[in-house]
């Protein structure tokens, strides 16, 4: 137990449905980060988040839409994916940003299914 | 960007002691060395950061070295269930600098 959680854990969808994953962190920090991993790839940053405001953006497709409403919750809206997206999503958070020293800390991650 | 590099798979038998090291040659003077341990379809968890000479914590020793362009994750006793990818990245957190590389997958054997 992180104290991350994300909902749902697994995922399955079509090319046109909209669907959203879910984080919550319990743990009192102010970042919250999305990452995804597809097979045999590295973990790629998508979105950071500090005190609900977006920090970074590494040039991820409109179709991903990532929402902060407070600093204990991050939402990433999904639409129009594509089959290329089946992959981990995987939520993490770290008390700030620009630490040497801090910790993510990583939730189980959704496993996203795109037929 | 402090790229990483790190073997991309070890083996090693139950009992064994596990050392991985990890080459950073452009880290920063602000840069921290972590480790992190990855289980298949689970996010990865933090197992053991450093800025210099030698760590250790409950479940693994860091070694670093004065001139800091590496690092070696050091696991005592390997168990099967230390079988996961290890990665190690340098850096601080919220930034693209941050980041994962292809970490090392150890397979521990009976």
Request: charged content about 15%; aromatic content about 10%; glycine content about 6%.
């Amino acid at each position: 137990e992180t104290g991350v959680t994300q909902t749902p854990r697994h995922l399955v969808m079509g090319m046109t449905n909209k669907k959203s994953l879910k984080c919550e962190q319990h743990l009192g920090h102010n970042a919250m980060y999305w990452y995804k991993q597809s097979a045999k790839k590295p973990l790629e940053l998508m979105f950071v988040y500090s005190l609900e405001e977006r920090v970074e953006n590494n040039s991820v497709p409109s179709r991903f839409s990532p929402e902060c409403p407070n600093s204990s919750h991050l939402f990433l809206h999904l639409h129009t994916l594509q089959p290329e997206d089946s992959a981990l999503y995987l939520c993490a958070s770290s008390q700030d940003i620009g630490q040497a020293t801090g910790e993510l800390f990583f939730g189980e991650g959704s496993r996203l299914t795109v037929l | 960007l402090a790229k990483t590099t790190q073997p991309i798979s070890m083996d090693s038998y139950e009992g064994q002691e596990v050392n991985i090291t990890c080459s950073h040659n452009n880290i920063a003077t602000n840069d921290y060395i972590t480790w992190y341990q990855q289980f298949p379809s689970q996010g990865p968890r933090f197992i053991i950061q450093g800025y210099k000479t030698k760590v250790t914590n409950e479940v693994a020793s860091l070694f670093i070295p004065a001139d800091r362009k590496s690092s070696t994750l050091s696991l005592p006793r390997v168990s099967l269930s230390d079988t996961a990818v290890y990665y190690c990245l340098v850096g601080v957190t919220g930034f693209q600098k941050l980041v994962f590389g292809t970490g090392t997958r150890l397979l521990v054997s009976p």
